[in-house]
């Protein structure tokens, strides 16, 4: 999938002209792209349009108009963006209530080791990005991605039965894919 150009990125007046435009293709993009894994994990597959999405707000936000500072954040949101033979994604635990919080995440610690892609014989473990964890908790967002071997991208594109399983010893779940979030994903793989 390519990655975000300079040119991709809108300065932030002609963002908020656009703003309502892009948002509206974002959020079509999430919609199908979002899975929820049992009662408190949720992940989003990310591809160029979510993160292109979430640059030009993280801009917005915080007011980044320097070529040096769009260029570094830029570099931030391109490293999520999944490569040719990956799938790049969100994961968030979420907890809405904040007195259990802090005791779920620990309970959860160690989940990263469990979280994987299922399609016929093929078991893809997910690789979580470095940093987002202590000893003592797992973070609420995490990202992460399966990467692919060519036979198992290619088995991938073919299958129609996709799952996302979960085996950890406090959280034990498994979510199939909709046609329509297969769809999405295939389109993001063959892109270029």
Request: aromatic share 6%.
């Amino acid at each position: 999938m390519r990655k975000i150009q300079e040119s991709d990125v809108l300065d932030i007046a002609r963002y908020e002209l656009a703003r309502d435009e892009l948002r509206k293709r974002a959020m079509r993009a999430k919609e199908v792209r979002r899975v929820a894994i049992g009662p408190l994990v949720t992940v989003l597959f990310e591809n160029r349009t979510t993160l292109h999405y979430q640059l030009q707000e993280m801009m917005r936000v915080e007011r980044i108009v320097r070529p040096e500072a769009i260029r570094e954040e830029m570099a931030i949101w391109n490293d999520l963006v999944p490569a040719r033979d990956e799938l790049s994604l969100t994961l968030m635990i979420e907890i809405t209530d904040l007195t259990i919080a802090k005791a779920k995440l620990e309970e959860l610690r160690d989940l990263e080791e469990t979280v994987t892609l299922r399609f016929g014989p093929h078991v893809v473990h997910a690789r979580f990005e470095e940093g987002w964890r202590d000893d003592n908790r797992i973070s609420a967002v995490q990202f992460i991605r399966f990467a692919l071997s060519n036979d198992e991208r290619n088995a991938f594109l073919a299958s129609s039965d996709v799952s996302l399983k979960i085996d950890h010893a406090a959280y034990a779940h498994e979510a199939r894919l909709s046609t329509e979030t297969l769809a999405a994903l295939r389109e993001d793989l063959e892109a270029e």
